[in-house]
């Protein structure tokens, strides 16, 4: 029986992740993404948990339990907490060597304010970099090369990063996503969700800054070379791919062509993803 709930998973976290498609619909683009992207990996966790729960012993549904099915769930749920582990880890260490960095005032629009932790780097650089309470990390070349116009642009986008507390869930979406890397569309989902994400910021920005300054600045970042970012790292040139960009530039010059990103997701499209806990009343 543990066979068959964990091939039932499988098959079903398949056709969700096969069967998405980019969605026109500024209003849903969240919502079938989002449930796109999670329903898969929290079925696949619940349906672990609910085979490590019914054991070895026992029967359900008349189909005997085995051994199996439940040394197959014990190796993914052990893979998925080494994985929540090492990306932790690797989380904290960022982070320690983040505050190596020296914080520094600079003057932006006549005003001395805290940038963040400045990198002694020339390219053009500005992230939010850590989990619930991000950290902000800009480069010394983004200090000195932009006005202080289009610097004021940059750090407002950064922080509409840390108003959304990007850091924090994107964190456990990239352990998902880590995961379940086998799966169809995964890579293409979370391009996806990387670019709504900047988007977002985006016109969180855009309601105090000049749509057009932002988008001057967007052009400067991405042509420098970007820093390594990984999935506790939220920067501003996040969006490499010449689509993605345009996508970016085009939803700041155009605003009225595109509806209010709906970024709160139905709890009544991953309902399915407790279904397999619900077996384990029937499990004798």
């Given at each position: 029986m543990h066979l068959t709930l964990i091939l039932l998973a499988i098959v079903i976290s398949g056709l969700t992740r096969f069967l998405w498609w980019r969605s026109a619909e500024w209003s849903d683009r969240w919502q079938r993404t989002l449930i796109a992207f999670l329903l898969p990996p929290l079925l696949l966790l619940t349906t672990a948990v609910a085979v490590m729960c019914m054991g070895t012993q026992g029967q359900m549904l008349g189909l005997p339990a085995g051994w199996i099915g439940y040394l197959l769930?014990?190796?993914?749920?052990?893979?998925?907490?080494?994985?929540?582990?090492?990306?932790?880890?690797?989380?904290?260490?960022?982070?320690?060597?983040?505050?190596?960095?020296?914080?520094?005032?600079?003057?932006?629009?006549?005003?001395?304010?805290?940038i963040g932790?400045?990198?002694?780097?020339?390219?053009?650089?500005?992230?939010?970099?850590?989990?619930?309470?991000?950290?902000?990390?800009?480069?010394?070349?983004?200090?000195?090369?932009?006005?202080?116009?289009?610097?004021?642009?940059v750090l407002t986008h950064e922080r509409a990063h840390a108003y959304y507390r990007d850091t924090f869930w994107f964190f456990w979406m990239g352990w998902l996503r880590h995961f379940t890397v086998w799966l169809p569309n995964t890579e293409a989902l979370w391009q996806e969700l990387l670019l709504l994400r900047e988007l977002r910021a985006d016109r969180w920005a855009?309601?105090?800054?000049?749509?057009?300054?932002?988008?001057?600045?967007?052009?400067?970042?991405?042509?420098?070379?970007?820093?390594?970012?990984?999935?506790?790292?939220?920067?501003?040139?996040?969006?490499?791919?010449?689509?993605?960009?345009?996508?970016?530039?085009?939803?700041?010059?155009?605003?009225?062509?595109?509806?209010?990103?709906?970024?709160?997701?139905?709890?009544?499209?991953?309902?399915?993803?407790?279904?397999?806990?619900?077996?384990?009343?029937?499990?004798?």
């Open positions: 769930a014990l190796s993914f749920l052990a893979t998925a907490i080494g994985l929540l582990l090492r990306l932790g880890w690797q989380g904290w260490r960022s982070l320690r060597h983040v505050h190596s960095y020296p914080v520094q005032s600079y003057p932006v629009l006549g005003q001395d304010i805290a932790h400045v990198v002694a780097t020339s390219h053009l650089f500005a992230a939010q970099i850590g989990f619930w309470n991000s950290q902000l990390v800009v480069s010394q070349g983004l200090l000195d090369r932009l006005t202080p116009e289009q610097l004021e642009a855009a309601q105090a800054i000049d749509p057009l300054l932002l988008a001057e600045s967007l052009l400067l970042t991405v042509k420098e070379t970007p820093l390594s970012a990984a999935d506790f790292c939220a920067a501003f040139s996040a969006a490499a791919p010449l689509n993605r960009l345009e996508e970016r530039i085009d939803a700041l010059l155009l605003p009225s062509e595109s509806a209010e990103l709906d970024n709160r997701i139905s709890l009544l499209g991953l309902w399915v993803a407790l279904v397999p806990l619900l077996t384990v009343l029937f499990h004798q």
